[in-house]
């Protein structure tokens, strides 16, 4: 049994990591100040031995004993990232700092979930790990961009400097159950959209592309990385099928049965025309690759929404 901590734990990917890690044995210490994650997300956990929670935010000293950190804690959705963006650039830079600290006190080994975001708006596709990006370090999603950048230079510093055992993975979109209902991603905003039989909002003209990996391949992709012996990283996670904003909203629209129009608005500043990743070092490396395909990951999303906004619902007419 291994004592990990998870920042971010309480999150939408974190939850389900630690789902994952309690499952296989281990002991789990989940830390989460709550800015974007909730409780609701891990309190089927809380009752279980092997699993700690503690609201910490850790941009300010965390110690611990443990013999693996993975670090997700940072607002991921550019609803969440842009709400506070000072904030969102102190998690990335001074949290890092100071899991990086503990990992190199305690020797632990440390995973930094880093992001395609590091990309920018890419001139190569799809995107290998070797492609430096191409980022506006002073528009609107720098604080998440380059915060994320940033991370990853401490990461390597440290293995550098103090030899720190490190692992970096770059996580493209990503959705599932316990998705944030207004976290602003392409699949939350349409499946919630639909199901209230609300206009589908479309940025653009909707050709901009995506590749949307299912929550339970990206977990065990991340645990593949944690436990491997031979890379450091980083290893792009995500799934390659590539798939257009406006072909999701219609698959979404078909599945859902929903009434709801599609609107076009403007173009958000920054916004990535094509994101896919080069999921090559992950398959020869990790002999990892996503399994769980879109109609079956979206049917699950679906039925998750579905629930919550059923009991959103019957509370309001309390």
């Known amino acids: 049994m291994a004592k990990i901590l998870v920042t971010g734990g309480a999150g939408f990917i974190g939850s389900h990591l630690c789902d994952y890690l309690l499952r296989n044995g281990n002991d789990v210490l989940c830390v989460d100040n ?23 935010d850790i941009i300010h ?20 990232y842009q709400y506070n963006p000072i904030k969102t650039i102190k998690t990335n830079v001074m949290g890092t700092i ?4 503990l990992a190199k006190r305690i020797k632990a080994r440390i995973l930094l979930a880093s992001t395609s975001e590091v990309y920018g708006n890419p001139g190569i596709h799809p995107q290998p790990e070797t492609y430096w990006g191409n980022v506006n ?3 609107l999603r720098s604080c998440y961009d380059e915060g994320k950048r940033v991370a990853e230079t401490l990461m390597m510093d440290y293995h550098r400097q103090n030899h720190v055992a490190i692992r970096i993975v770059r996580i493209f979109n990503t959705y599932g159950p316990r998705m944030a209902i207004n976290d602003g991603r392409v699949i939350s905003n349409f499946i919630v959209q639909a199901l209230r039989n609300e206009d589908l ?26 436990e491997t012996s031979d890379t450091i990283g980083p290893i792009n996670l995500g799934n390659p099928n590539e798939k257009s904003i ?12 929903s009434k709801s129009r599609i609107v076009y608005n403007s173009l958000p500043s920054d916004d990535p025309e094509r994101r896919c990743p080069d999921i090559s070092l992950a398959r020869r490396i990790l002999n990892w690759q996503p399994r769980v395909s879109l109609e079956e990951g979206l049917e699950k999303t679906i039925q998750y929404f579905k629930t919550k906004l059923n009991r959103s619902d019957s509370l309001e007419n309390r």
């Open 246 to 257: 406006l072909e999701i909203a219609k698959k979404i629209l078909t599945m859902t049965g």
């Open 201 to 226: 909002t479309v940025y653009g003209d909707g050709n901009q592309t995506r590749s949307f990996c299912y929550i339970s391949d990206l977990v065990e992709g991340m645990v593949r990385m944690m």
């Open 61 to 80: 000293p965390f110690f611990a004993e443990v013999d693996q950190i993975y670090h997700l804690a940072c607002p991921a959705s550019p609803v969440h």
């Open 34 to 56: 709550l800015f974007s994650g909730a409780k609701d997300n891990i309190r089927s956990l809380l009752a279980n031995p092997y699993f700690e929670f503690i609201r910490h």
């Open 137 to 139: 370090p002073v528009g």
């Open 98 to 101: 100071n899991m990086l600290g």
